[in-house]
């Protein structure tokens, strides 16, 4: 059974920095392209940094320069560093999984930027 554990979210205020993680069972990051979504209330879900089984990575463009996705193998966990947070960075962020049209999600982890 596939299962993704998000955590490391929480408050912080503009300017300030949080590392979520994702720990994965059932898989291996090693072999699965990993991606990082958020949600913010009312607004769809968008993709905010993916990284291959290659370790090629893809941002979005409003994260470019701040946010960092990293897999620790040994681990089996993804991780998205993020820096200068903003308040419209504020979402539910979600880890992803995804191999040969078999996708497995998180249950996410509230990021909220505000002084």
């Known amino acids: 059974q596939v299962q993704l554990v998000e955590s490391g979210g929480g408050l912080v205020q503009p300017g300030g920095s949080l590392r979520l993680s994702c720990a994965a069972s059932?898989?291996?990051?090693?072999?699965?392209?990993m991606g990082w979504y958020r949600q913010a209330p009312g607004q769809q879900r968008e993709l905010v940094a993916s990284?291959?089984?290659?370790?090629?990575?893809n941002y979005a463009d409003s994260v470019k320069g701040r946010f960092t996705i990293s897999r620790d193998n040994a681990k089996n966990t993804v991780y998205l560093q993020m820096n200068s947070l903003k308040p419209e960075d504020t979402a539910v962020y979600l880890c992803?999984?995804?191999?040969?049209?078999?996708?497995?999600w998180g249950q996410g982890t509230q990021v909220t930027v505000s002084s």
């Open positions: 990284i291959t089984s290659g370790g090629s990575t």
């Open positions: 059932g898989i291996m990051v090693s072999i699965y392209a």
């Open positions: 992803n999984a995804y191999r040969f049209g078999f996708a497995s």
